[in-house]
């Protein structure tokens, strides 16, 4: 009878040994990144819109400053004179000498930044995803007490003891399975609204265009660098803010492996980052824990934490001044908070962390652990208001919701059912599998809304017509917000993504 008794009670000790010890990993589960660190080879394209216009490229640039004869700007460490010239001409002379000269074009082959593109509802031909349920047997750890019994020939007596024993069992469960076919559909496409540019060849295969708006000039740089990686995968990069670099932290960066877009390209998974989609350097340093740089004539892509792979020390830290209702992710996870906001665990690493309170904008930041600084210490601060945006029936249980803030922080969130949003116009793109919408919306504090993100993907239809989206403009306006029948919202990050 005791032994029976024993069973249960050991178990019901062993479950809440096991949820009250947390401890906050290194590495994040949620992204996938590989904990390693690569130098790839690297080649400059002239131009992203003619090599990859189908992955909508997020792109901006700069305003020149206004003056009325020269204007001079750094570009890539080297100074660059923009002057206007007779007629619709502007001349820019390099820091070598060299004098180019480019006459005014407009048409809608490119855009400046998503201020000069309308959503209108398109019929094209893609790989498009279909989902179904598949039942399979799930493979798990279990666990059971094992009896043990020792004969003691001195005391002519039994011992019995009992210990945990772990295997792996099976249970029925249904998992998600897609599938890529060829069809057509109809689906909101960007539609550039025409506008007058210049266009100069540098050589080298750097390009620069400066666009012409309301009598305001904006520099960007429309080349991209590209590292051909393992399996095929296409690492490209995007000087964001047009200054000649491709590693500030608002810079973008996409993982490709295939087009949708040609049939004669099939799926290929790209592993430990989400394929064809954009990042902002800043949030693949947040989200995956990865960071990119130029060494050696080579893009290096490197782990942050892979210094500590080996590691196996620990240290704690604290977060304290949380409010009713905060809610705490560490490298990508949720983390149980504790009423008397006890110090967490943590492996040794480099962390990054996002706190969410509803009505405001979300704090976020980075502590190192290590044997230099075994214990850390968070103070939270509120910050600013926000509001709260829901995301109901998803296509699928994983997906990925990117937003860009009116300030151009970018951050990425898996799998969320409700954000904070900065307060006005937010730009909201949502992945699953591969399948992209895009949102624009305007954010109010006493205005929350829902997004229902299944009929958002069904919609075939768009406010802004393809009258609308072909009138020429001169002004960078934000166009017509494509805002669901029910509302969507996010925080401010430390550069801009």
Known sequence: MKHALLYPLMSLIVIFSHLHAQTLKRMSRASGAPNVSTATPFEVGADIFEQYGWAKPQISGRELPASGGEVKVNFKGKELTFSKGAGDQITVKAADGKVLTATATTDDKRYFDHRSVVWVPRTVSRYYPSYTMQWYNQPYQASRMVATSRYNPSTKSTQTTYQTQFYTAYRGAYRHVTTWNWTTVTELQPKIIPSKHYSFHLGDNQDLTVFEKEGKHYLQNPSYMSAKGAGGVNCVLLDFNANGSYFDPQDRVMWTAWNPYDKGSKYKEVKGFRGNAWYSLLDLEESSLVTLSEENGKLKTESINSKYAQSKGKGQVGFQGLPEGATLKVNGQPVRLNAKAKPLNAEYGEFHYIISVP???????????????????????????????????????????????????????????????????????????????????????????????????????????????????????????????????????????
């Open 359 to 497: 009505g405001h904008e979300d704090a976020s930041g980075k502590f190192v652990v290590d044997e230099t600084h075994p214990s850390q210490q968070i103070q939270y601060q509120l910050t600013g208001p926000a509001a709260a945006a829901k995301f109901v029936n998803p296509t699928q249980p994983e997906y990925f919701i990117t937003v860009t803030n009116p300030q151009g922080e970018m951050r990425t969130y898996q799998s969320p059912s409700q954000l904070n949003l900065s307060l006005g116009v937010n730009q909201i793109d949502i992945e699953v599998s591969g399948a992209l919408l895009s949102r624009e919306v305007t954010v109010a504090a006493d205005k929350p809304f829902e997004l229902d993100i299944t009929a958002e993907f069904k919609k075939d239809a768009t406010s802004v017509t393809e009258e609308e989206a072909t009138t020429p403009t001169d002004g960078l306006q934000t166009p017509p917000a494509q805002v669901p029948t029910k509302g969507c919202a996010r925080k401010k990050g430390r550069g801009g993504k």
